[in-house]
């Protein structure tokens, strides 16, 4: 993925940096390279159709990582494939079929050690390596990934086609400090745009190390590199003019091989960059067809070449308000300070027609979550045939009135449980609200049963006459409903006077001090 070698050669320009030290910056993240990431974890479970969200959380907990370093994070994620790179698609969707054959016949392999007790380990490996060549990025996984970042406060956006050049245009724009991807086409694009200012981080850990680059200072990056091969090519090219050596480095990358070229066979990033510094007093329209002797594929080149300059871009970032527009990434930059190649007689078919933002957005979502319902229907509308249109009828006469009904009768009131129905032992197993119901409701019916046992209901056909009741002697007559009730009477106690007081004798105080029967002696305390 990207420029061949490229990360080998600038590899002596880049220093170990943790985000820390960006405190304060916005950093623009590739997408696609946080979800390949997190797929590595579950790249069984995709493969095979599982159902998983472990990549979505993975690209989650590596923003809240930058966010409590104080960097802002901005995720950018790939569109539409381009149509220049169809090749290059077709080839890897090949790659991981193949990967995914020799996946499934280690998994095979390990379950047939694992019934005869052989040792498993090595072909647990080499599964676990074919399923992480097949992972792909969807758009399902792409939605679900931007939902779960959204709940999290983080700002996404879909490009219209390539990430690389989306990240690149938010760095023009000045919408953000740096980029943070595993791709190296990106230090192709910041070169070539001479984006001075722009940091590019890569290989960033769960800790928050990577490597910083600087890729648009040319010159610094020049003295970086040590006086390498590839670093001298390049000062020749740089001693000519500065927009010079920045064209002069995109055109050794596309020629060494990149998404959008197939180098020549033996022709590598150096070699290119030899070329191309060989041919750096040429035009800069030219120097691709002249600086390599019999290049068999001239036109393919010069389509590579305006895929990095002309690449479609949002203009913007939405929110607020603001629809981003498509653009061509070379509208962005100054023509005075980057030198960009003329368009192609088909620009759009080699790098994609310009978008409406609002359109995509409902296409990319209707494609990430189809509509299920919608297709049975269509499924079952396209299987069942249509039935014929009804036959118009005359109309009808007007109907008599219907006679008035009675209104139905209330449904019977459940009258509970019946205890005899309830098993006490498996009373006990019931949860407690539901057993505390239960036993409320055996409570009543117990009661009912009593208050039937005590007063029997008396039968209806033949009605019991009422018991005279005898009566004393001496009760008193019942007086009449109609007589007045009698007055209580008043009821006062007598007031007695208190008895007087007898003077006490001497057998009274004698009483007093003798000991009560049963109760011990207490012994007298003698003093020594």
């Given at each position: 993925m990207g420029i061949s070698g490229l990360h080998h050669q600038l590899k002596a320009a880049q220093k170990k940096i943790n985000v820390a030290e960006l405190r304060g910056r916005t950093l623009a993240l590739d997408g696609h390279a946080l979800l390949h990431r997190g797929a590595l974890s579950?790249?069984?479970?995709?493969?095979?159709?599982?159902?998983?969200?472990?990549?979505?959380?993975?690209?989650?907990?590596?923003?809240?990582?930058?966010?409590?370093?104080?960097?802002?994070?901005?995720?950018?994620?790939?569109?539409?494939?381009?149509?220049?790179?169809r090749h290059t698609n077709h080839q890897r969707s090949a790659n991981r079929e193949g990967a995914l054959e020799d996946a499934r016949r280690w998994k095979r392999e390990c379950e047939r050690r694992h019934e005869s007790g052989e040792d498993r380990d090595d072909a647990i490996g080499e599964m676990r390596k074919a399923y992480s060549k097949t992972v792909s990025i969807t758009q399902t996984m792409v939605e679900v990934t931007k939902r779960e970042l959204e709940k999290a406060s983080v700002r996404c956006l879909v490009a219209p086609y390539e990430a690389d050049a989306q990240l690149a245009a938010l760095c023009v724009l000045g919408l953000c400090d740096g980029v943070i991807t595993e791709d190296s086409d990106l230090a192709c694009l910041l070169c070539g745009l001479r984006l001075s200012r722009c940091l590019l981080v890569t290989k960033l850990d769960r800790d928050?190390?990577?490597?910083?680059?600087?890729?648009?200072?040319?010159?610094?990056?020049?003295?970086?590199?040590?006086?390498?091969?590839?670093?001298?090519?390049?000062?020749?090219?740089?001693?000519?003019?500065?927009?010079?050596?920045?064209?002069?480095?995109?055109?050794?990358?596309?020629?060494?091989?990149?998404?959008?070229?197939?180098?020549?066979?033996?022709?590598?990033?150096?070699?290119?960059?030899?070329?191309?510094?060989?041919?750096?007093?040429?035009?800069?329209?030219?120097?691709?067809?002249?600086?390599?002797?019999?290049?068999?594929?001239?036109?393919?080149?010069?389509?590579?070449?305006?895929?990095?300059?002309?690449?479609?871009?949002?203009?913007?970032?939405?929110?607020?308000?603001?629809?981003?527009?498509?653009?061509?990434?070379?509208?962005?930059?100054?023509?005075?300070?980057v030198s960009v190649p003329p368009l192609g007689s088909d620009i759009d078919a080699e790098v994609g027609p310009s978008l409406n933002f609002e359109a995509c957005e409902r296409e990319r979502v209707a494609a990430a979550f189809p509509p299920a319902q919608h297709t049975i229907d269509a499924a079952f509308a396209r299987s069942v045939p249509a039935a014929p249109p009804p036959a118009r009828e005359p109309p009808a006469a007007p109907a008599a009135p219907l006679p008035e009904t009675e209104p139905p009768a209330p449904p019977p009131v459940d009258a509970g449980i019946d205890g005899a129905e309830v098993d006490l032992e498996t009373l006990n197993e019931l949860p407690p609200d539901v057993r505390a119901e239960v036993e409320r409701q055996l409570m009543l019916w117990r009661a009912t049963r009593r208050g039937a046992a005590r007063s029997p209901p008396p039968v209806p056909d033949a009605p019991v006459a009422p018991k005279p009741r005898a009566r004393s002697s001496g009760a008193r007559p019942r007086a009449s409903s109609d007589a007045k009730p009698a007055a209580k009477k008043k009821t006062t106690r007598r007031k007695t006077a208190p008895e007087p007081l007898r003077p006490a004798n001497n057998s009274d105080v004698q009483s007093f001090f003798a000991p009560k029967p049963g109760a011990a002696k207490r012994p007298r305390w003698r003093s020594t």
């Open positions: 579950c790249a069984e479970q995709l493969a095979e159709g599982e159902p998983t969200t472990r990549y979505a959380h993975f690209a989650v907990q590596r923003v809240q990582m930058l966010a409590t370093k104080g960097v802002t994070a901005i995720v950018v994620f790939d569109g539409a494939p381009t149509p220049l790179k928050g190390s990577g490597d910083l680059l600087i890729p648009g200072d040319l010159t610094k990056l020049i003295t970086d590199l040590r006086r390498s091969k590839f670093a001298k090519a390049l000062a020749k090219a740089l001693r000519v003019h500065e927009r010079t050596g920045a064209r002069c480095f995109v055109q050794s990358c596309v020629l060494a091989g990149c998404d959008y070229y197939v180098s020549e066979a033996g022709l590598g990033l150096v070699g290119a960059a030899e070329h191309v510094a060989a041919a750096r007093r040429l035009n800069d329209d030219e120097r691709i067809e002249k600086a390599v002797k019999r290049l068999s594929n001239v036109d393919g080149a010069r389509a590579a070449e305006r895929a990095f300059y002309h690449a479609k871009v949002w203009k913007g970032l939405p929110g607020n308000g603001v629809v981003p527009r498509c653009v061509s990434l070379s509208e962005l930059v100054c023509p005075s300070r």
